[in-house]
């Protein structure tokens, strides 16, 4: 069975699961996830949307439902779900990070900061939360700090290639080449098919154009 066989499968046993039992909001919660996974935004909120009329407390419920409406593009609605999903547990750095992703998109670079701190504070060892901080002081034109926060991202997982390829994106904006280039070579050792390569591609044709 193939990916999208498996994932029909999960949907239909989840059916006959929410079929033995109207009330059990996980079941549509996690219904939910595979459609998103799918690609089915909208059953997938209305499954969101049943598991949090069931159970209104359902942080998971609201962080979930809050992905998929990033990937529909409706931001302030999303944003409006990790809040709920914090409202309900505050100690939720997972919801802070993915909170202040999306106002680094927004383009509400000290409002993804503050959120980004507050994930740190929950959880110091949050990678993700430093590359996101990272990203926002990137926006904010603060160029030393941000590569602060990325060798902190990198330095607490050394395997993600996104923290290499900003930090690279940082020094080239900063006319260190050569060092954006060695921070691209990391991210495309990590990952061959990273789109680091065309940025190192840009920088190599112009220093060829240089010479």
């Known amino acids: 069975m193939d990916a999208i066989g498996k994932k029909k499968a999960a949907v239909n046993s989840f059916d006959r699961a929410i079929s033995l039992n109207l009330n059990d909001a996980h079941c549509y919660s996690n219904k939910g996830n595979i459609l998103s996974e799918m690609g089915k935004n909208e059953e997938a909120l209305a499954c969101y949307n049943e598991a949090i009329l069931l ?5 998971d419920a609201y962080y979930n439902k809050a992905h998929t409406l990033a990937e529909m593009g409706r931001l302030e609605e999303a944003v409006d779900c990790f809040d709920k999903a914090i409202s309900i547990d505050p100690n939720d750095a997972g919801s802070y990070n993915n909170k202040a992703y999306i106002l680094n998109i927004m383009g509400k670079s000290e409002e993804a900061i503050d959120c980004c701190e507050k994930a740190l504070h929950i959880d110091p ?8 901080k990272g ?3 990137k926006r904010m034109g603060k160029y030393e700090d941000a590569i602060e926060y990325y060798d902190k991202s ?5 395997g993600y290639a996104d923290a290499s390829y900003e930090k ?15 921070c691209y070579e990391k991210a495309i050792n990590l990952k061959p098919d990273h789109y680091a390569l065309n940025n190192k591609n840009v920088i190599l ?5 240089s010479k």
């Not at 690279?168 to 060695?182: F, I, P, Q, R, T």
């Open 55 to 59: 159970n209104p407390d359902s942080g």
């Open 125 to 132: 060892s949050y990678a993700l939360a430093y590359f996101n």
């Open 135 to 137: 990203n926002a002081l």
């Open 154 to 158: 990198i330095s607490l997982d050394a």
């Open 168 to 182: 690279g994106n940082v020094l080239s904006e900063m006319g260190k080449k050569k060092e954006a280039m060695d």
């Open 205 to 209: 044709n112009e220093m060829a154009a």
